[in-house]
């Protein structure tokens, strides 16, 4: 019976053992993630501030941040370029069609008038014809 006891005991150290090395592991996800935030925060302050410590550094990243701001302007202008261009031989080209499918359709007009006419003149001839004299 003895050795069963020390097998409890055993059992019960291990999960004190467990027990305490989650603890512990919480307690310091608990610390170490404000701390680490606090880190992240400061280095990204760092990295906006530093440029601007002094006046050089500041008139390069002014300059830098010039050039950039040109050429996204730059691009901008060419996709509004390309987009009218775009646009407007869009628009031609459905001008064109239009134009065309009414000029098929005036044309298809008046060639119906046209027929009709001239079976109306040959029926009114006919029917004058028969008429007696």
């Known amino acids: 019976m003895a050795s069963t006891n020390g097998s409890k005991s055993s059992t019960t150290k291990a999960k004190t053992t467990t027990e305490k090395s989650q603890g512990r592991s919480v307690a310091e996800t608990a610390v170490d993630l404000p701390v680490g935030a606090v880190l992240s925060v400061s280095d990204r302050v760092t990295g906006l501030v530093e440029p601007f410590t002094s006046k050089a550094a500041a008139e390069k990243q002014l300059k ?70």
């Open 64 to 133: 830098s941040y010039r050039a950039e701001l040109r050429r996204q302007v730059k691009r901008t202008e060419r996709r509004g370029t390309t987009a009218r261009k775009r646009a407007t031989t869009e628009a031609r080209k459905t001008r064109k069609r239009v134009e065309r499918e009414a000029r098929k359709r005036q044309r298809d007009v008046e060639t119906t008038l046209k027929r009709n006419r001239n079976e109306l003149q040959e029926r009114v001839r006919q029917a004058v014809d028969l008429l007696p004299v």
